[in-house]
């Protein structure tokens, strides 16, 4: 049994630390910069557990003394890489994508607050009113539609906003309440 330690064990495991934990960082954001914007984006639910599990294998590399240098970089490499495949997958495969990705929600059309779809979302309507007056409206009567954004951010469309070619028009077309 390995012998517990509370306070102090010496200079040699915070040096470890120190070496592998900058050589490590330099590697993981070399890697980050080589993956693209998309690994940096605004996360995806596929993003989210990348970035979590990233922080899980730095966390287990800092303080393992059985994880080498080495080791570290290929775990950061794996995971990058099922980045790049899964987002090629998701290009490719519009089926891929639908199972990996959310779509956008429409919460808030012309006065009418799609009580469904805020449900579906979990949602209340003073997030909308919060996301509306952070955009700069007064009232919801200035703000044509509140979208929830696969990003978990809201899309506030006011009411000056041109209704043609509107880039929330598919997704009007797919609630039979609008």
Not at 41 to 47: G, I, K, L, P, V
Not at 134 to 146: E, L, N, P
Not at 156 to 170: E, K, R
């Amino acid at each position: 049994m390995e012998e517990v330690t509370f306070l102090w064990n010496g200079w040699e495991p915070l040096g470890r630390i120190l070496v592998i934990g900058a050589l490590t960082y330099l590697a993981l954001i070399s890697l980050l910069r080589l993956s693209g914007k998309r690994t940096l984006s605004r996360m995806t639910a596929f993003d989210f557990v990348i970035a979590i599990t990233i922080g899980s294998a730095f966390g287990r590399i800092l303080t393992a003394r059985s994880v080498s240098i080495s080791e570290s970089v290929f775990t950061f490499v794996l995971l990058m890489s099922l980045q790049v495949i899964f987002s090629f997958l998701e290009i490719k495969f519009p089926l891929f994508k639908k199972l990996t990705t959310a779509e956008p929600t429409l919460l808030y059309h012309k006065g009418i607050y799609l009580e469904k779809n805020m449900k579906k979302v979990r949602m209340r309507k003073d997030a909308l009113w919060s996301a509306a007056r952070k955009k700069g409206f007064g009232s919801m009567d200035q703000v044509v539609a509140v979208i929830f954004e696969i990003d978990g951010t809201f899309s506030v469309i006011g009411a000056d906003s041109p209704a043609q070619n509107s880039t929330y028009h598919s997704l009007m077309n797919k609630d039979p309440e609008i």
